[in-house]
């Protein structure tokens, strides 16, 4: 077994960080002040390619494979959680094109995205439909050569600013989850308009927002794979998307653990260091060592994914922990830094407002377990 990560990954991993250092962590208390969303530096991640990570090279884009994306990851979560959110929104609403789309598909839709500055969105969730997929009251009705969509999606990441949007549509409402169909929707095209930016607690430089749909008319070919299949392009998406969002969460938690450790080391209380008092270093070495246990759960969700292997099961593994592990250490660095951890002026406040987000999307960590619970009773089943 081979824990190292290659030579090409060790220079992504630290072309990554340069980049994260220079780009993002100076700017991320501004930005995240301002609840703005940072153009000037998603113009650098474009040219540096993390806007196109899930694009295969053929079509223009990264093409990173999922292990080289975990890489790149890890660092944009320890620059600025909210830009790791939008960059990695692109991956997440391209996937489901590069898994489910015809050759014509990815050259229409996914090469256009590499030209310039692009973003996409992936809209699943609405008002009453969350963790239920089955609730998606967004109808897709064939009519000759193209859909007619109508309905609405909510909590949007880069909604207000993408061209294009992977939309989640029912093609036969009275079979649930299983009704589901996926289009490929140019975010321009008539009957299709955004809601405000959303006031968010964390990972305020993302976009947020709700998308209408209002008798919005698109060819026939923008369906991916074909009727139904829907909820198996998003749970596949998933699977692919979630090591992602871990790594992430590792990079935050990462970042949190490094200014508790340099504050505990100079904060000076009863005439010694903090981090000298014993209670403290241990708090440091858990944190340190549930960072890299979250890290090794990514890495082999990531290895799976790109040996062919089904991952549904590891990759919300990976997702649940390294996402707990982030609440539980930037936590820990405001405790350990005391009222100063409180204040905006360190960064950890903020930190810690950013990992709550990732106990929640692209699936609560209370589904992650559904998932995961569902897989061991599969098997039990076999066995039984
Ligand atoms: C900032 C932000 C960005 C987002 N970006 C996107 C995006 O780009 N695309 C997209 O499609 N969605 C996006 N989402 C939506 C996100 O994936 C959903 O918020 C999430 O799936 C939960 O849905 P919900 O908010 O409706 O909560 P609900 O489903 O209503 O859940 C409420 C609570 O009940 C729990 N719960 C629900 N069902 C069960 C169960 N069976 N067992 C145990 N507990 C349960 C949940 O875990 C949660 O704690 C985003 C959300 C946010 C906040």
Redesign the pocket.
Known sequence: MDFSLNEQQLELKDLTHQFAAKEMRPVAGEYDEKNEFPVEVMKKAFEVGFLTSGIPVEFGGTGFSTMDNVVVCEELGWGCSGMYTSMM?NT?ATTPIVLFGTEEQKKEFLTPLTREMSFA?????EREA???NSMIRTTAVKNGDHYIINGSKT???NAGIAKLGVIFASTDPSRGARGLSAFIVPMDTPGVSVGKHEN?MG?RASN?AEIYLDEVKIPATNLLKREGFGFIIAMKTLDFARPAVGAGAVGLARAAYEEALKYAQNRVQFGKPIASFQYNAFKLAEMITEIEGARLLVYRSAWMLDNNMKASKESAMAKVVATDVAMKVTTEAVQLMGGYGYMKEYPVEKMMRDAK?FQ?????N??QK?VISLEILGSMKNIG
């Open positions: 929104a997440l969105c992936f809209g699943l969730t969350g963790s239920d909590f949007i990441t968010k990972h947020t987000l929640i999307y692209e699936g609560t209370e589904i559904h």
